[in-house]
């Protein structure tokens, strides 16, 4: 299966906001910091997962 890392990017991305944002909104609201905050681990899941190249496809590990 070929998946490009530009979609491997959007799903850690996608992952990382969901996941600090569901921790944000436990009470009710998201303040600045909170959501700064959010937009700090999607942008970091973007650059880290684009940065990392996938295997070799006739790598079989």
Not at 9 to 31: I, M, Q, R
Not at 47 to 58: C, D, I, L, Q, Y
Request: glycine fraction near 12%; aromatic fraction near 6%.
């Amino acid at each position: 299966m070929k998946i490009s890392k530009y979609a491997k990017a959007v799903v850690s991305a996608v992952a990382a906001g969901a996941g600090t944002l569901a921790v944000a909104v436990t009470d009710d609201t998201v303040t600045a910091a909170e959501g700064w905050g959010a937009l700090i681990a999607v942008l970091g899941a973007l650059g880290f997962t684009w940065a990392v190249p996938n295997a070799p496809s006739g790598n079989t590990e």
